[in-house]
């Protein structure tokens, strides 16, 4: 089983990076947010405070590099230099999903230099929901955390994927009580993490009645998981998973909606991930209800290039978020979420089906 997960590993940094895996027809929806636009911002660009404070760490501003790998060998160099680039920057990240490791231990050194090459960032561990209910419980967690000296574990939620995946695991019969134990049982917090298909106002609802103590919702937009899981079935001449792929590449609620319908349903802080690619994105994410950002892929891209890219790509999205706030005249990224948008489109008519009112956003501020 070891070989096998690190195997997969193997393959999803590889498909990930040399095939089109991004969403084909569906989109994030923030094409239907627009920001008001002010011509007397009547503030100091070079003055604007992008720093913010997540589950009491601070962050220099509101991005971390979201789970992306670990638990194969080719990882380790991957992951340390995100981590040297996060920790020169003052922002944080997620390390990929640890099961790999908590079979083999030889492979713990591909998360575990995370911590090594960033020892004052937040750092998020990451185990799988289907995990929890097909054996792992509060050893493998806090085994997780432990081995990268995790600020936080997020659990990360993979209904799609798994389904799509010619070994997958679909029972997830049990996973929000898991949740909950875990929640009750962990002296570190939990993140909950969708994997690129979103998550509803009611789901999130559930998971902090359990006890999560921050969301990820990972929408649509981004990364397809179906899309990594027909490759990878296709290679296997699995038929039927990757007809499953193909069907369901572009599966999941958007984005921006599921920023919104998440951010105004519960009180816990809500990560807005799944197809960000700017800083204007971000932007969006933040005024929507966001508190953090978070991105994969195009760190993932910059990684294998080296320290330099990573730095340049992460340097220009904290300059254009810099940029878009100025525009807005936002002085800190606390202005930034009452900044006033407009919302358009499908992405307005899904959330007035829905029930929730964002007509009022475009108001927001105004005297």
Request: charge should be positive.
């Amino acid at each position: 089983m070891a070989k096998e997960t690190r195997k997969r590993k193997a393959d999803h940094i590889k498909i990930s990076l040399n095939r089109k895996v991004q969403a084909r027809t569906a989109t994030t929806g923030f094409e239907d947010i627009y920001f008001i636009h002010k011509t007397l911002p009547e503030i100091n660009k070079q003055e604007i405070d992008l720093s913010t404070t997540f589950l009491g760490h601070k962050f220099s501003a509101p991005i971390i590099a979201g789970a992306i790998t670990g638990g194969t060998l080719g990882a380790t160099k991957i992951n340390a230099t995100i981590a040297e680039v996060i920790e020169k920057l003052g922002l944080g990240m997620g390390v990929g999903s640890q099961r790999a490791a908590l079979e083999e231990e030889k492979l713990e050194k591909t998360f575990a230099i995370t911590r090594k090459k960033a020892p004052t960032v937040f750092l998020i561990a990451n185990i799988g929901g289907a995990q929890l209910v097909n054996g792992y419980g509060i050893k493998e967690v806090r085994k997780a955390v432990e081995m990268i000296d995790a600020d936080a574990i997020a659990i990360h939620l993979n209904p799609l994927q798994e389904a799509s995946q010619p070994e997958g695991q679909t029972n997830f019969k049990g996973v929000l009580e898991k949740i909950a134990e875990l929640a009750k049982e962990l002296d570190k917090p939990i993140i909950v993490k969708e994997t690129g298909a979103g998550i509803a106002a009611e789901e999130a609802k559930k998971l902090e009645s359990a006890g999560v103590r921050a969301i990820d919702i990972s929408g649509v937009g981004g990364t397809s998981f179906a899309a990594v899981e027909y490759y990878r079935a296709k290679k296997q001449k699995d038929n039927y998973q990757h007809r499953l792929g193909e069907v369901f590449w572009d599966w999941g609620i958007p984005t921006a909606i599921s920023i919104a319908e998440v951010s105004e349903t519960v009180n816990i802080p809500v990560i807005a991930s799944g197809g960000i690619r700017d800083g204007v994105d971000v932007a969006k994410a933040l005024a929507l209800g966001a508190s953090l950002t978070s991105l994969s892929h195009p760190i993932l891209q910059a990684a294998v290039t080296g320290v330099k890219a990573t730095e340049s790509m992460f340097s220009l999205l904290i300059e254009e978020l810099r940029n878009a706030m100025f525009l807005v005249g936002a002085a800190s990224v606390e202005h930034l979420r009452k900044a006033p948008l407009v919302v358009m489109g499908k992405t307005l008519e899904w959330l007035r089906n829905r029930g929730f009112n964002f007509e009022k956003f475009a108001t927001r501020g105004r005297s």
